[in-house]
T-cell receptor, first 109, second 117 residues
Framework: GQNIDQPTEMTATEGAIVQINCTYQ??????LFWYQQHAGEAPTFLSY??LDGLEEKGRFSSFLSRSKGYSYLLLKELQMKDSASYLC??????????WGAGTKLIIKP | GAVVSQHPSWVICKSGTSVKIECRSL??????MFWYRQFPKQSLMLMAT?????????EQGVEKDKFLINHASLTLSTLTVTSAHPEDSSFYIC?????????????FGQGTRLTVV
């Protein structure tokens, strides 16, 4: 079956760095997405990786290793507004998104 | 980025009535639209995928006669929850893409919070 695993919850301190991991097992691979979702709101797109390596976009970076079925989202200089759920999703062989359960990130002052 | 508009953002209805939710792609043609449901503290659950001009493909366990999806144009898809019951209360979100390998980013609507009383 298809499976996306990510930690349920993480806690970090304002100003620090946090890495949210995602491992996947899917039928085919056409890219991995990271989304941010604040409570009661729809997800917003953060990043897309289809090739191995690190993609940097401001305070957020996303890494992919296709051979290991592994990705991480790195958040630097954490701000209180970064408190949200972070969803990992993989596009499978049919270009259908398979969603992880999300990681709730709690930022403390 | 592309904009997907979903309406209404919230709705309260009586048990047994029907509710229609609209999803519009404002600045691109969405050949494929996705409807999700999300219960509190849970991840997104795909309900159905609709392609313009054809019948929607429903995920296992989703009643197609209860959740009617219409994708009559490249910019509009609608989800109608028929004979709503309290257990249908949830956050419904649509997303749109250009389909296939071009769907490198799913653009989400704002979501609709449905409460059935």
């Amino acid at each position: 079956g298809q499976n996306i695993d990510q930690p349920t919850e993480m806690t970090a301190t304002e100003g620090a760095i946090v890495q949210i991991n995602c491992t996947y097992q899917t039928s085919g691979f056409n890219g991995l997405f990271w989304y941010q979702q604040h409570a009661g709101e729809a997800p917003t797109f953060l990043s897309y990786n289809v090739l191995d390596g690190l993609e940097e976009k401001g305070r957020f970076s996303s890494f992919l290793s296709r051979s290991k079925g592994y990705s991480y989202l790195l958040l630097k200089e954490l701000q209180m507004k970064d408190s949200a759920s972070y969803l990992c999703a993989v596009s499978d062989s049919n270009y259908q998104l398979i969603w992880g359960a999300g990681t709730k990130l709690i930022i403390k002052p | 980025g592309a904009v997907v508009s979903q309406h209404p953002s919230w709705v309260i209805c009586k048990s047994g009535t029907s509710v229609k939710i609209e999803c519009r792609s404002l600045d691109f043609q969405a050949t494929t639209m996705f409807w999700y449901r999300q219960f509190p503290k849970q991840s997104l659950m795909l309900m159905a995928t609709s392609n313009e001009g054809s019948k929607a493909t429903y995920e296992q366990g989703v009643e197609k006669d209860k959740f009617l999806i219409n994708h009559a144009s490249l910019t509009l898809s609608t989800l109608t929850v028929t004979s709503a019951h309290p257990e249908d209360s949830s956050f419904y979100i649509c997303s749109a893409g250009t389909g296939g390998e071009l769907n490198t980013e799913a653009f989400f609507g704002q979501g609709t919070r449905l409460t059935v009383v």
